[in-house]
């Protein structure tokens, strides 16, 4: 399975691809989409995952989704994890929302 690509990262490549040349409708929108819900610069959205990686509990795709997302409660983490077989206890919770702040 392919790594998951942050969406600070796509912002990034989208960007620099669009100053060489015009974009297909769909890379455009794909370009805005980015320009609109990507909350941090490349750099530190990297910085976030491989923090967020370092608890047991994550891996990297759903480090990628809570880098691009930045959780600010409870309910938005368990939301994340709601498809996954992991149910998290507060310690975690607090935790993962502690790293997230901190990069905030």
Avoid: C, W
């Amino acid at each position: 399975m392919p790594e998951p690509v942050p969406l600070a990262e796509v912002k990034r490549l989208l960007t620099e691809e669009a100053a060489r040349r015009t974009l297909p409708r769909e890379a455009m929108l794909a370009q805005q989409h980015a320009e609109i819900f990507a909350r941090l610069e490349p750099e530190a959205n990297r910085k976030l995952i491989v923090e967020l990686k370092g608890l047991p509990f994550i891996d990297t795709p759903l480090a990628t989704k809570i880098a691009d997302t930045l959780p600010q409660y409870p309910e938005e983490v368990r939301l994340i994890f709601s498809k996954e077989r992991v149910v998290l206890d507060e310690a975690q919770i607090t935790s993962l929302l502690e790293i997230v702040a901190h990069h905030r």
